[in-house]
């Protein structure tokens, strides 16, 4: 298929079925590409058409992310559970191997599977995320870094979903503003 021809596909693999975008020619290396919070595979549509020309490239939805299954439990969400998703897509995928590339979120996510299941990760790209060990470190002994990262809690908190809705979303604005304050251009009321 032509690079810039993005198509569609849903695997099941660990007990979930997970959407995800591709381009390029099965058979070409896999670049296999991991999404951050709060995205989803379009984060890469770009990156899709350029790699989509000297390789396979695949963009997942993680489990609960926009058109990937959503499973009940909190448990399910645990980081092991996800990566065990990517591992058994590439498998399905009829690969042993790939290209993987994670941003923020995708990229703890991608160097959980490079610690966990390194013979798979032929190439390991980061973007806009630590190593998990320094991260933990600087959680424990970094202020600064404790503060920056309090956002997650938000996260934890039985109210959050409330939270994040409240005031016409305004936190969730906020986080997605430019840095003047104001809605990026793409921001509107159907984004």
Not at 115 to 129: E, F, G
Request: charged content about 20%.
């Amino acid at each position: 298929m032509p690079s810039d021809t993005i198509t569609f596909a849903r695997t099941s693999v660990n007990g979930v079925r997970l959407h995800h975008a591709q381009a390029g020619e099965p058979g070409r290396p896999l670049m296999l590409f991991l999404h951050g919070f709060p995205e989803f595979w379009f984060a890469w549509h770009a990156q899709l058409q350029e790699f989509g020309r000297d390789h396979f490239v695949v963009a997942p939805d993680t489990r609960g992310v926009n058109l990937s299954d959503r499973p009940a439990r909190l448990s399910d969400y645990r980081a092991q559970a996800i990566v065990t998703d990517l591992v058994e897509l590439v498998q399905a995928l009829g690969y042993r191997q790939c290209v993987l590339v994670g941003h923020d979120w995708g990229g703890a996510l991608a160097f959980a599977m490079a610690i966990t299941r390194p013979d798979m990760v032929h190439k390991l790209v980061i973007l806009n995320a630590v190593h998990p060990w320094t991260f933990a470190r600087e959680l424990c002994h970094n202020r600064q870094q404790i503060d920056a990262s309090a956002y997650m809690n938000l996260f934890r908190r039985p109210d959050a979903a409330a939270t994040l809705l409240a005031n016409d979303c305004a936190w969730l604005r906020g986080m997605l503003a430019d840095p003047d304050g104001t809605a990026p251009r793409w921001f509107d009321d159907a984004t």
